[in-house]
């Protein structure tokens, strides 16, 4: 039997300290994960969500990647300050990045290191901190939640609230794994229903404590904590047999106040388990691979008696054409139980009266 030695990775990202680009707020960070491709070429793996108003950012979103043992993986972490809607990072602000092979963070499992706008040249006092888990559970978990009567924290309006997901580590730190979205002027929101890798939300384990904590979001500063409570996911799943309610309690609110009950009440409508397959999980199940080709014989193509035509008839029986089926056939040729690939042409002049045809 082959010795399995990729493995899932996911890596959990946190910086501190960013250098502020914006005039009159904070930053607005996100994430870019590269991996070398080789000679000083990188292609984009994941990037996270962007935090707004935040110098130090953690990142509810991981950034997943195949580990293989046996290879160098060289990757780039690149923070970009976003201020516009397009996907393109050239045109937004570079924060600073930091640059290591796949089996230094795995080895270390989790590593804090300077951010460098460029070799030897520091971010400011930028510092980004990498964690690094293998995905082992193919599981995951999938909520809906609401809350009823959550306390009021605008002047003018009411909250804008929103729930951070937090797991307990063995170091007893609190490590986010989930952020809602914001419902806006609404003190008894219902948020998507969203579905987290259960390695993510609990590292597996049903009885791990997880804490929920919700936010009132404010655009332009920090947002206010309306309150929390911690409970096991073995406690959401509950929710099948009865309502889950939880006591949204702000820590403040009742050292002050004995006859404080509650800022608001949190609410399981939907949870369970389901199984998340993997590519792998496809193949080992039968799933066949087809591969079909269509080929371009138009004019526009060339002379395939000149060396610069796709369709050049080359002395050794290769041209631009042929190489692509052949990279692409050889990979797939393994999924397709067959083993042929059909090649549909249009545009050429078929004989005998040579009328084009598509």
Known sequence: MAT????????????????DKDIGSKSDPLCVLLQSVGDDKWTEVDRTER????????????LRLDYHFEKVQKLKLGIYDIDNKSVDLGDDD??????????????????????????????GKGTITITAEEIKDNRA???????????????????????????????????????????????NPSWRKFTVSLHTFCNGDVNKPIKVTCYDKDEDTSSDMIGEFTCTTAQLLEVK?????????????????????????VCVKMCKLQREYSFL???????????????????????????ESLHYMSPDGLNQYLSAIWSVGLVVQDYDSDKLFP????????????????
Not at 4 to 19: F, M, P, R, T, Y
Request: aromatic share 10%; charged share 30%.
């Open 94 to 123: 570079y924060l600073g990045g930091f640059e290591c092979t796949l089996g230094q963070i795995v080895s270390s499992r989790k590593i804090t290191r300077p951010l460098e706008l460029k070799k030897g040249k520091p971010a």
């Open 141 to 187: 978990i999938v909520l809906e939640m609401e809350a009823k009567g959550l306390d009021k924290k605008d002047l003018f309006g009411k909250s804008d609230p929103f729930l951070e997901f937090f797991k307990k580590e063995d170091d007893g730190k609190w490590q986010l794994v989930h952020r809602t979205e914001v419902v806006k002027n609404n003190l």
């Open 281 to 307: 999980d496809y193949i080992m199940g039968g799933c066949q691979i087809n591969f079909t080709v269509g080929i371009d014989f138009t004019g526009s193509n060339g002379d395939p008696r000149s060396p």
């Open 343 to 358: 090649a549909f042409g249009f545009g050429a002049q078929v004989p005998p009266d040579f009328k084009v045809s598509f």
């Open 241 to 265: 047999d009865h309502a889950v309610e939880f006591d949204c309690i702000h820590p403040e609110k009742q050292k002050k106040k004995k006859s404080y009950k509650n800022s608001g009440v």
């Open 4 to 19: 399995q030695c990729v493995s899932k990775v996911e890596l959990s990202i946190s910086c501190n300290n960013l250098i």
């Open 51 to 62: 935090v707004k108003n935040c110098q130090d950012p953690e990142f509810s979103k991981k």
